[in-house]
């Protein structure tokens, strides 16, 4: 099977930091045999008063290849300042308190390469909380459903430079993000393996909050206001 040529860095990933001093040594370690021509790492700090900028500017693993520290109105908006700075083909938003997968990113250069032409690779999450560690793939086959999970889902420069996260949300503007892009068509190539380790102890996993945006955007994503409200009921029924 014929390969593609790939331009250099294929990978961009950004991410987001606000005093994130006790998990960034983990995201930072799981970059650590990546050469500089796969990837770039650029962090979006939001003013830590921890010590976070000084473990990324001195830890033995990885070193930022550019660090950004100033206000910001939240992670949506560190986000979209992290797009404006990537060169790589590729951008994937990595939180500062996960963690990839050994050598994933070395799969899914050789995935691109096979399968090259989607504006979205998506893979699945390890969930891992106090008690347990449990795998999970995204589907959007229902109006309530992730299309592609934001930590594991390898989006292409020029698709997120044209359409950006919106502001207007506190954690699900990545749902809507994705969402919108598969209301477009926008084809998204599913990999069928765990992409990164995700911590559910960040805001996004406050319930009450995420019911009452998720609220708000399934009226953005569907035409009529009786189907979004019936959908965030049996939303609100399985939370």
């Known amino acids: 099977m014929s390969t593609s040529k790939i331009p250099s860095p294929l990978f961009s990933i950004v991410t987001a930091t606000f005093n994130s001093s006790s998990t960034i040594l983990d995201t930072a370690k799981s970059l650590q045999k990546y050469p500089r021509n796969l990837i770039e790492w650029i962090i979006i700090d939001g003013q830590s008063s921890d010590n976070t900028l000084e473990i990324l500017n001195s830890n033995p693993y990885r070193i930022p290849d550019r660090i950004t520290c100033e ?95 919106s502001k207007e949300f506190k954690i699900v503007s990545d749902f809507l993000w994705f969402k919108e892009r598969q209301l477009e068509g926008c084809p998204i190539y599913y990999v069928p393996k765990v992409i990164t380790n995700y911590r559910t102890n960040g805001a996004s996993n406050n ?24 959908w965030y009921l049996i939303l609100k029924m399985r939370t």
């Open 207 to 230: 319930n009450m909050m995420r019911l009452a945006e998720m609220k708000l955007a399934l009226q953005h994503t569907m035409k009529s206001k009786m189907c979004a409200f019936f």
């Open 71 to 165: 206000p910001d109105q939240g992670i949506y908006d560190a986000m979209n300042k992290g797009v404006e700075k990537c060169r790589g083909s590729f951008i994937i938003m990595l939180n500062s308190d996960d963690y990839f997968e050994d050598n994933i990113l070395f799969e899914i250069q050789k995935i691109i390469q096979v399968n090259p032409g989607y504006k979205i690779y998506a893979g699945g999450l390890n969930l891992i909380s106090t008690s347990n560690t449990r795998q999970m793939f995204p589907h959007g086959r229902f109006p309530t459903s992730m299309p592609a999970f934001q930590p594991s889902s390898f989006i292409s420069r020029e698709l997120l430079q044209k359409n950006s996260f």
